[in-house]
């Protein structure tokens, strides 16, 4: 029995989550699975889903699973590679796929409006770069995972893997490239409207457009009081759960709902920055994702990478990241977000962070003066024949990037983190990428923290099992449920 079954209402929910991006929506589908007699509120501040982080513009149009990104296979002092994000990322990913593949399976998603095949490369020159590369290929290759891995460093079959790419470089350049071929494009953005859109079909999900969380509190009965601000006025509504999914705006929400947990927490934002080509000419000779490494002292952030990308299902071309600095929290928000998230709580940490990254906010001011022309030598690393008329400047997502408080001071953390509550009643996600591409992951990992009697029943363990046949199972361990996976996530792939 649901909250809403006990209490007859129309503001009462057993869910509320907040954000209308692909976080939120992953969430509201896997909660339809397992219970369909939920009542589930998607609550978005903008008159449509998926436009802040999660749309293809805004940082979220890719499909990472450590194929060719190198910041995920840091080198240890050592000179050994550390595989271990790379494989974590992987599976999560295909654990992505694994679902795609059975909502398809039901005629419940159609692939072919959200998912394109697109090989993966790493392409790095200078001697320490290759033999950085090799030892990466080498250490990779050895896993399952990565078995179809390939190398290179013949100039005429890199021609053939990235034209673009290699017209105009010098023949006696040292060279080399790891391609993974099946690899995707995703566009995140249609992916959730496809969510949107058989959620309510099947009438499990109400939601509500053009409205804004303005506060959350525990009431008398324990349960959270949320209160929403529309044209009309304000209101609240009332659930024993919330989700606060609204990438850069889950910061202010968490220190809103006075959790304990929230104390632990700043944000540090980060603007992005794409040069976008959308002439057909240059478009259709690059069919790649080619992944640089980022220079000596640069942040994880700043690795190059040459994309091709469907965004509203046109292909097109975008080189970069370049960052910029601003003090929004979203790209639709307030540029006092970053001052009003500050508090007696977290200002130590965040002091810290600033005194320990001196280089990182030196080179978010560096972007700051670069000009068109300096963007354009930077993209002529990948494209030695770029023509500065062919590209666009195109302002991305807003990222906030973690700052924690520990017990070694403020640390800034790069990727993503689940916060919850000590009752289980609230969950937040913090933090950037990788998110949207193990989406199915994270919000495994939040119904597990959340909602762990359920996770444990039976009833919720088949319905799972039935979507996610390798759920709770170590696929780097077991090769034969590794490839059960990989065949049917490979089935996905050729309806495209």
Not at 203 to 209: E, N
Request: charged fraction near 20%; charge should be neutral; proline fraction near 4%.
């Amino acid at each position: 029995m649901y909250f809403s079954d006990v209490v007859h209402s129309d503001n009462h929910y057993d869910a509320v989550l907040v954000g209308g991006g692909i976080m939120s929506a992953t969430l509201a589908v896997l909660l339809n699975e397992v219970a369909p007699e939920m009542r589930v509120l998607i609550v978005e501040r903008l008159h449509s889903p998926a436009l802040e982080s999660t749309a293809a513009i805004n940082n979220a149009g890719t499909g990472h699973a450590a194929n060719c990104e190198l910041n995920y296979t840091p080198m240890l002092p050592d000179g050994q590679i550390n595989p271990s994000k790379a494989l974590a990322i992987n599976h999560a990913f295909e654990q992505s796929l694994e679902f795609w593949a059975s909502l398809t399976e039901v005629g419940k998603l159609d692939p072919q409006k959200f998912i394109n095949n697109l090989p993966h490369i790493s392409f790095v020159w200078g001697e320490q770069d290759v033999s950085f590369l090799k030892e990466r290929y080498r250490k990779l290759s050895s896993f399952l995972a990565f078995a179809d891995m390939e190398w290179s460093n013949d100039f005429g079959e890199l021609a053939d893997w990235m034209p673009l790419v290699m017209d105009g470089r010098p023949f006696g350049q040292s060279i080399a490239a790891t391609r993974i071929s099946r690899g995707t494009d995703i566009d995140f953005g249609a992916l959730t409207h496809s969510y949107f859109d058989l959620l309510q079909v099947s009438g499990a999900l109400d939601v509500k457009f053009s409205t804004e969380v303005s506060d959350l509190k525990k009431d008398s009965d324990d349960n959270w009081r949320i209160y929403l601000e529309d044209a009309n006025g304000i209101n609240d509504i009332c659930t024993p759960f919330v989700f606060l999914g609204a990438v850069g705006g889950a910061l202010t929400l968490l220190q809103k709902s006075g959790i304990p947990e929230s104390y632990l927490y700043g944000g540090f934002p980060v603007s992005g920055q794409w040069l976008v080509c959308s002439d057909n000419c240059l478009t259709e000779k690059h069919n790649a994702k080619v992944y640089g490494k980022a220079k000596v002292g640069a942040p994880p952030m700043s690795v190059p990478h040459l994309d091709s990308r469907w965004i509203d299902g046109k292909r097109s071309l975008l080189f970069g990241p370049f960052a910029g600095v601003s003090t929004k929290f979203l790209k639709n928000g307030s540029y006092w977000d970053l001052f009003k998230s500050i508090s007696k709580y977290n200002f130590g940490a965040m002091t810290q962070v600033g005194i320990k990254n001196v280089d990182l906010v030196k080179y978010l001011f560096g972007q700051l003066r670069l000009d068109h022309f300096d963007r354009i030598n930077s993209l002529r690393d990948f494209l030695p024949k770029g023509d500065p008329k062919d590209w666009k400047l195109s302002v991305a997502g807003q990222r906030v990037q973690i700052i924690k408080r520990t017990s070694k001071g403020g640390v800034l953390q790069m990727g993503t983190e689940v916060v919850t509550s000590s009752d289980g009643s609230l969950a937040a996600l913090l933090g950037a990428s990788p998110g949207a591409s193990t989406a199915v992951t994270i919000m495994l990992e939040v119904l597990q923290r959340c909602w762990a009697d359920k996770m444990a029943s039976d009833q919720w363990q088949k319905r799972l099992r039935r979507l996610l046949p390798s759920f709770q199972k170590d696929l780097l361990s077991e090769p034969s449920i590794f490839l059960q996976t990989r065949k049917r996530s490979s089935s996905l792939l050729n309806l495209i």
